[in-house]
Each structure stands twice: as C-alpha cells, then as structure tokens.
C-alpha cells in the first residue's frame, strides 16, 4: 500500500488529475454501456410479454445472457462498405452518433455533488450536444451512397431539428424555474416534496420534453428514419456488424440520457419522493443516486411501453406535432411561467 | 509548461487547416464538413478564454442547427464539378485582387493598430465561480438592453418577411382538418343497416 502511494505521489500533479478524471469516465461509461445492453433485452422481454410471448429465454438463466450473445455475434460479423461509399465518412458516421450520447453524461449529477463536471453552463453543454447527435445519422446516410440510406437520413434530420426547438424552449421554461443552468443546482431547486418537483408546475413541459425525447431519439412512434415498412431500415440500410451495432449503442445511450434528462428536470433528479412527508426518515438510507435510477427505469419503461402500444406516426402529423402544437405550447408556457415567478406563486417561485 | 498553451496550438493548427480545406476541397459535402470541424475547434479556443457561453451557443446554433440545414441542403444536390471548374484561369486576375483587397483590410482592422498586446492585454484568469453566461446576461439585459431589444425585433421582422415570401395560396390543394378527424364520430362515417338475410338456393342438400 506505501509503495502504491510512493508512486502516485512521484506522479506531477498534472498528471494525477487526468488520471483521476479518466478513472471517473470509465466509471460513468462502463455501467452505462452495460445498461444499454440489459436495456436490449428488458426491451425484447417487455415487448414480448405485452404480446404474450416469453421474450428470449435461451441464452442463460432466464436468457440473461442474450445480450452478450448479440454482442459476440456482432463482433464477429463483416463490415461490408457499398461500392462507391464514401469510405472514411461510413465508418465515422456511428461513432458520431455514439459519441454526444456518452459526452452528454459528463455534466450529469447522480447525487449531491456526485458529477465529472459540475460547470455552470451544464443545461447549454446538454442542449449543444443533444443537437449534435443528428451528425451521426446525417452522414451515415450521405456516405452510403444509397436512396433508402439518403432518404432516412432526410426525415430523420427535419425531424429532430423540429422536436430539438421544442425541446429547447421546454428547457428553458426549466431554467427560468429553477433560475440556474447548472444541473445540480436545478435539482436543488426542486427540493422540498414530491409537489415541489417541476413536473407540476411545469406540467406541460414535461410532456413536452419527454415526448421530443422520444422523437429525438428517433424510437418508435416516431421512428419513421427507420421506417422498416418504407425505406427497409433508413439511414443504416448499407450497415453490418459491429457498425451497425454503434448505432444501437447510439440509439439506447440516448434513451438511458432522455430518461436521466427528464428525471433531472422535472423529477428531482436524486432527490427522495418521501421528502416532507413522514416516511421521509425511514428511507433516509437511501441513496440519492438509488432515487435517479428509479425515476430513469420508469421513463426508460414508457418508451419500451410506447413501442408496444402504438403504430408509426404517419410523417406529416409528426411534423404538425413538433411545429403546430409543441412550439406554440412551449412559447405559451415560457410566458405562463414568467407571469408566475412575477407574482410568486407558491410553493415553487416563492 | 502548463497545457494550455499547447491546447492552444493545436486547436489553432487544426481551425486554419479545417478553415483552408472548405475553400480547397472539391466536393461540397466534405467543405460542409469541414466548416463543422473549424466551428467546434473556434468553441475550443473560445473554452480557453472562459467565454463558455459563447463557445456552447456556437456549437448549439452553428454545428446543430445551422449547418444541419446546410448539409441538408447540399447532399441533395447533384453537383457536377466539371462546369464549376472553367474558366479558373479567366477569373483568376479578378479572384486574386479581391483576395487581396480582403486581406488588407483585415490586416488593418485585426493589425497590431486595433489588436496589439497594449490594446488588448491578456485577459485576467477568473476563479472557478466565475461565470461568463452571468456576467453575458447581465450586460445584455442591463446595460445593452435597448440594442437587444432592437436586435431580437431585427430578427423577427426577418422571420415574418420569409414566412410571407414562401407562402403562397394554393386553392386546388386539399388539406386534412386535424381538429374535424378527432372529433369525428362512428355515426358521422358508418350507418348500421338493417337487411333481411337473402334467400339462396341451397345446393348442397
């Protein structure tokens, strides 16, 4: 033990710091990438027994392994490039795509000061690359010099930059409540009770947000990029193996960070629903960052719960959607709030 | 040495060598591209100069939207490059005077005259709780309050007068009525009738 701390001491300080701060990464990245891959199989199990089927049950106990055969598989599957694809941008299209679903989570608080990167701008930090995720389909679509591939591509881009507004104006609403961009602080400002947190207040924000997240994230209703019936898969048509497998990766790392975003916002984030109350005591052994969790696995259940439960949205009313009634809602709500920190309106603006 | 000086050549290396391929490269798409990558590395020098707030709206405004609607714009033309290319001697004499042209000027304006180290010193480094989107609104909405108010009207005169160029009324085109399908009712589209149940003939037995 006096060794391994002679050692790190000899280290520069410098030096010591990025270590410290890669460690933290790998310990934000690994669990994450192991809940994308249970998320695959809580998808498969909980579509399959809402159409009263069993779900994969091979693989393991319980099919527990499914995951790690998929995995395994995709591995060792062929990357196939079309001819005339442009080759360099073909194979950096889903690490782009993967890339702002895990850089999003540096700024993310799993408990009271629990965060990679407590910065002031957290909110704008999220919102700048939640925008960028778009890149990864975008190109992937160019670069594999195919019609189906392209017209995913175009789809998925008007319609993530319609739902992204929404979504932006929704955050602001969230910023104007809770009066800070830092995401810790946004939290505390919902401390208090259950009816303290923002989703009552804010209701139709968070409605909103959730809704543009599923959207955003191109999962179904809405997930005409894909579009199996029309365009045979959209913007990954051209893709196999371990490429393809990115832009799964891709796919539920934003869902897990939609479900962390929206539990943040309006949720309380890592705060305890007993607050305030009189079980508040009892369940004080709780961690914070047990609550967060929580809150994620129920949103995390609606969008597997949407996918078994409702047909595609046909493209134009996903468009009408996102333009004609989340926007105007948003607007409308920004003004509603402001009027409602102007007149101190309890127990949130007070 | 700290790191910071370093970061700083390199993100400056990688924004004029990014800046100079979306003038050189032929095809559009990679100068689109390109145009991102000079945008993310002009972010990451505004990050050294703790301008956090204007390095985030950059990439937000800029790389995820502005340039979204540019790409999508570009990969949808078909553009052959043969045309685009004659007559490069023929422009030449005109392209290069106006290149120079433009570099005078901008070597006046952002010259040792403007931007030397007496004008403009090496800003002081701010503690940790410094924050730039703070100090950004409260000038904004302080000090500058009129000129942004003036800007923000500017802008939405802009977006009413695109919205007036592109919309044209066109009589013939059949729109749906979302609010008239919602409130449709089962008795508005389908009427229950009763029939007597025919007679056939029954060839069977």
Redo the contacts between chains.
């Keep these: 033990m006096d060794i391994l701390l002679a050692i790190w001491n000899s280290i520069p300080e410098d030096i010591q710091t990025l270590l410290v701060i890669i460690l933290k990464i790998v310990a934000i990245v690994v669990p994450i990438m192991l809940s994308v891959a249970y998320l695959t199989l809580a998808e498969r199990k909980v579509i399959g027994y809402v159409q009263v089927r069993i779900g994969p049950n091979r693989v393991g106990p319980r099919g527990l392994l499914q995951p790690i055969a998929d995995g395994i598989k995709l591995v060792f599957k062929e990357v196939i490039v079309p001819s005339r694809a442009n080759r360099f941008l073909f194979l950096v299209a889903p690490l782009l795509a993967l890339a702002p679903a895990l850089a999003a989570w540096a700024v993310m608080p799993f408990d009271d000061g629990m965060v990679l990167a407590d910065i002031n701008a957290g909110l704008l930090y999220i919102l700048a690359l939640t925008s960028l995720s778009v890149y990864g389909i975008i190109i992937a679509g160019w670069a594999s010099n195919s019609k189906y591939a392209l017209l995913g591509a175009l789809r998925s881009a008007a319609q993530v930059v319609a739902y992204e507004i929404a979504m932006g104006f929704a955050l602001v609403v969230v910023l104007m409540a809770a009066g800070s961009l830092n995401l810790g602080d946004i939290v505390r400002a919902q401390e208090g009770s259950l009816i303290h947190w923002f989703w009552l207040p804010l209701l139709p924000m968070f409605v909103v947000y959730f809704l543009s997240g599923v959207a955003e994230t191109n999962r179904a209703p809405f997930d005409v990029a894909e579009g199996e019936s029309e365009i045979v898969a959209g913007f990954h048509v051209e893709y196999s193996g371990m490429a393809f497998a990115l832009f799964f990766l891709a796919e539920y790392a934003n869902m897990i960070l939609i479900a962390a975003l929206t539990s943040v916002m309006f949720l309380g984030g890592w705060l305890s629903p007993f607050q305030g109350t009189f079980l508040e005591s009892t369940f004080a052994w709780v961690p914070g960052i047990a609550w967060l969790l929580g809150k994620m696995a129920v949103f995390l259940f609606l969008f597997l719960w949407f996918r078994a439960t409702f047909p595609r949205y046909r493209y134009d009313q996903i468009m009408r959607l996102g333009w004609k009634v989340f926007i105007p809602l948003t607007i409308v709500w920004i003004l509603v709030t402001g009027v409602a920190i102007l007149g101190e309106l309890g127990p949130w603006f007070d | 040495m700290s790191?910071e000086p370093v970061l700083f050549y390199i993100f400056s290396a990688v924004l004029v060598t990014a800046a100079a391929l979306v003038v050189v490269v032929r095809n559009p798409?990679h100068a689109a591209?390109f145009l991102?990558l000079a945008f993310f590395t002009s972010a990451a020098i505004w990050l050294l100069l703790e301008a956090?707030?204007l390095a985030?709206?950059l990439?937000?405004v800029y790389?995820?939207?502005v340039m979204?609607?540019f790409?999508?714009v570009v990969?949808?033309l078909d553009i052959n490059l043969t045309p685009l290319r004659e007559g490069f001697i023929r422009y030449l004499p005109v392209g290069v005077a106006v290149a120079v042209i433009v570099l005078l000027e901008m070597a006046v304006v952002v010259g040792p005259g403007n931007f030397g180290l007496e004008q403009m010193p090496a800003p002081p480094r701010h503690g940790a709780d410094y924050?730039?989107?703070?100090e950004l609104g409260a000038i904004l909405y302080t000090v500058y309050a009129y000129p942004f108010e003036i800007a923000a009207v500017i802008l939405l005169v802009a977006i009413v007068a695109a919205i007036t160029l592109t919309m044209r009324r066109r009589p013939q085109a059949k729109y749906q009525n979302?609010a008239e399908q919602v409130l449709v009712r089962r008795d508005d589209r389908v009427r229950m009738v009763k029939m007597e149940a025919e007679k056939g003939e029954n060839k069977e037995q």
């Design positions: 790191i798409v591209l991102i956090e707030f985030i709206v990439v937000l790389v995820g939207a979204v609607l790409l999508f990969m949808m924050s730039n989107t703070e979302p």
